[in-house]
């Protein structure tokens, strides 16, 4: 028996949780209304033919994705980014920061394109250099600085992928933070990690991969002078957490999760790890996007799963798996807002203007904060293969 417990309300805007940058697209974007909008798309793309390479992130709606060359979580995708050097546009539906790894990692004849500027992403909003900055003036005035390896999220702007570059660290992604933070550790014997701008990714990975205590872990938050920590629990952490998180998966609760054990018989509970650490230590499987769609596709028929994770990417697999029972775990619709702000309007007027000879909405990162950030993925980059992809 299939029941897909989803919420049914249209995929329009999802709920305005996070910032938007407030861009108007310049030119003629057209109407959501126009019936002719798939095949405008179709045409473009194929009047660009190989000179365009869409790249697709699993949580962009379905009427994106279809366009997209390849899908894939932010790990994927910046390995895809870097391996169409032939591809004179990249034209990146997923959000700010995955264009500007993006453009980092491809060479400079290639251009990537957002096609609306509008989609940035709250948690990357949440770490700026200037306060990041800050907080390195405090752990070296508590005389830490030195043991300190920063390690950033790829849901960072470039400017934080570029201090963690130059300060002797790195990039990881939801799929390869455990070996991102063995890594850290093994830079030298006393080593502590400054974990941005997700404090639940950082908490969940030492808890769980690292074998470290709650404890271990202090949050710095950026708001308060010091950040609300004293330089003794600075000197005494193992990982100082950023305190920024994803307004999407901090919705998800260990309530929700009870109620669904109560109601679902031998119900399994997958989550990504961005999600709580209450939510994540009551989960049966924790891992990317990538990891999520892999187990589904795994899992066997007449299995049942609660999913946790962004409200796209959930819906697709429930359609794409109807012999499962796949429910979002959570009661109220849980869109990731400026994910959402990539629609085929959007994508249209890109590829058009392309087609047209002009580039929209280019992503471009000045050099000097590219040749750091590019340390820092390098380093990612060439980490062992123990992911949840490899
Ligand atoms: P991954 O793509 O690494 O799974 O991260 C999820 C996410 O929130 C992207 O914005
Ligand atoms: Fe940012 Fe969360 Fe949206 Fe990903 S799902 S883009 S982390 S707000």
Redesign the pocket.
């Known amino acids: 028996m299939t029941t897909v417990d989803l919420p049914l309300l249209p995929l329009g805007r999802g709920t305005d949780l ?1 910032s938007e940058r407030g861009v108007e697209c310049p030119g003629d974007l057209p109407p959501a209304s126009d019936p002719a909008l798939v095949e405008r798309a179709r045409a473009a793309k194929e009047a660009l033919g190989d000179r365009v390479f869409v790249l697709g992130h699993h ?1 962009q709606r379905d009427e994106v994705i279809q366009f997209a060359d390849v899908t894939g979580d932010s790990f994927k995708l910046a390995r895809d980014a870097a391996a169409r050097p032939d591809a004179e546009f990249i034209v990146f539906c997923g ?1 700010h920061f995955m264009a500007e790894s993006a453009d980092i990692l491809t060479g400079p004849g290639q251009q990537v394109i957002l096609p609306d500027l509008a989609a940035g ?4 909003d949440m770490a700026r250099l200037t306060q990041v900055e800050l907080a390195w003036e405090a752990l070296e005035a508590a005389g830490i600085a030195g043991a300190v390896v920063p390690v950033t999220y790829m ?1 960072s702007s470039a400017d934080i992928k570029a201090f963690c570059g130059r300060n002797g660290g790195l990039v990881c992604t939801s799929s390869n933070a455990e070996v991102a933070l063995e890594w850290a550790f093994e830079q030298r014997p006393d080593a502590k990690i400054l974990f941005l701008p997700d404090q639940h990714l950082g908490r969940n990975t030492a808890v769980q991969k690292m074998g470290l205590t709650v404890d271990d872990c202090v949050v710095w938050d950026p708001h308060r002078p010091g950040g609300g920590l004293t330089p003794e629990q600075l000197r005494d952490a193992r990982m100082i957490l950023w305190k920024g998180h ?4 901090g919705r998800f609760s260990p309530e929700v999760v009870d109620e669904l054990r109560a109601t679902i018989p031998d119900v399994q509970i997958l989550v990504h790890p ?1 999600c709580r650490h209450e939510v994540v230590l009551k989960a049966d499987l924790v891992g990317s996007t990538e990891f999520i769609i892999k187990t589904i596709e795994a899992a066997p028929a007449g299995s049942s799963w609660a999913i946790g994770t ?1 409200l796209n990417l959930v819906k697709r697999l429930a359609a794409a798996h109807p012999d499962k029972n796949i429910s979002f775990l959570d009661k109220t619709v849980c869109y ?1 807002s ?2 959402n702000r990539i629609d085929l309007p959007h994508l249209v007027w890109a590829l058009e203007s392309l087609v047209a000879g002009t580039v929209v909405n280019r992503i471009e990162v000045d050099p000097e904060t590219e040749k750091w950030a590019l340390v820092a993925l390098e380093r990612m980059l060439s980490l062992p293969g123990k992911t949840h992809k490899d």
Do not use: L
């Not at 992403?121 to 990357?124: F, H, I, K």
């Open positions: 996070t949580y959000v992403c709250s948690m990357a849901n994803c307004s999407v998966h961005e962004e990731c400026t994910m």
